[in-house]
């Protein structure tokens, strides 16, 4: 598990967020509110919420050690706005491009056949 608190620090800096108006976006009322979480190894889950919905980030961020790929997904319609996110683990990762390795095969011997069916339609 990451250190809740450093990670939240590095996350505001790289985010280019002000520190006062991010404790405001989270319900802190002070500034040493937000001090004592950055010396934090932990908070309290409604509080990990409000962090990981002001940075944008899943709330699994702070559980993985490692650096696990992430995938963004935004979209707009006339209803409204959705978005999504997914942490891929390193084993789910090799294990989903085998997969993608396959559907590519099989895609491209069906082309294959489809075009050798053509050819002999041609004849």
């Known amino acids: ?5 450093n990670t939240v620090k590095r996350l505001i800096e790289e985010k280019g967020l002000k520190k006062a108006q991010f404790a405001l976006d989270i319900g802190l009322a002070h500034a040493e509110s ?3 979480i950055f010396r934090s190894e932990s908070v309290q889950c409604d509080m990990l919420e409000r962090i990981c919905r002001v940075l944008d980030v899943h709330p699994a961020y702070f559980f993985d050690d490692s650096d696990a790929p992430t995938a963004k997904a935004q979209a707009s319609t006339v209803i ?3 978005s999504a996110s997914a942490i891929a683990q390193s084993g789910e990762m090799a294990t989903l491009r085998e997969l993608l390795a396959e559907k590519e095969r099989t895609i ?3 082309l294959g056949k489809i075009g050798t069916k ?4 041609a004849l």
């Open 1 to 5: 598990m990451k250190h809740i608190g």
């Open 34 to 36: 937000l001090s004592r």
């Open 80 to 82: 409204g706005n959705a």
């Open 108 to 110: 491209q011997i069906l």
């Open 118 to 121: 053509t050819g002999q339609d």
